[in-house]
């Protein structure tokens, strides 16, 4: 029984799983964005964010520490000269999953998984949201008044009503 066993082990053995994950993390680092099954990016997720908050401090040992589980020097460079300058300020939620809808084959959730700080597309779109809130806040500003003044008419009400029960 696997009761403290919380490993997804994605039907495959213990060396075809870490030699997935290493070569999938490789690839998410060099190109920034992959497509592939929703279980595989969750367990992704696991293995490469401890590696992306190794990055952010340079030193030889955190390079090592990478480079055993990434094999590649590449991914390695790329990830503590790069990425780690992204992410330098962010506590943590380094990936995105953005499910895609299933495949036709075998009728497999896809998704994209892709690092946070490099979709130029999400990023337009908080600066949009932004400028959206602006005017948003004009209307509430009108809004909100009315509703101050009638908040305050029972106040003046129940005030005149107490001397009067005296």
């Known amino acids: 029984m696997r009761h403290g066993c919380k490993v997804n082990h994605l039907s495959r053995t213990h060396a075809h799983r870490v030699a ?3 070569n999938m993390a490789t690839s998410l680092i060099i190109s920034k964005r992959i497509e592939t099954t929703v279980a595989k990016a969750k367990a992704l997720k696991v ?5 992306i908050t190794r990055s952010k401090e340079d030193s030889m040992n955190n390079r090592r520490v990478v480079f055993s589980y990434l094999h590649s020097k590449e ?3 790329e990830l503590f000269r790069e990425v780690s300058q ?20 075998d009728n497999s959730e896809m998704c994209i998984i892709e690092l946070v700080d490099y979709n130029e597309n999400m ?18 500003k009108a809004v909100e008044a009315p509703v101050a003044e009638t908040t305050e008419a029972p106040v003046a009400e129940t005030a005149e009503e107490s001397p009067k029960a005296e």
């Open 20 to 22: 997935m994950l290493s």
């Open 47 to 51: 293995y490469v964010e401890p590696l």
């Open 123 to 140: 990023l337009k779109e908080v600066s949009d949201k932004k400028a959206r809130t602006t005017r948003r806040s004009r209307g509430k």
């Open 75 to 77: 991914a390695v460079n």
């Open 86 to 105: 992204k992410v330098a300020n962010r506590p943590g939620g380094y990936t995105r999953i953005l499910k895609t809808g299933i495949r036709h084959g």
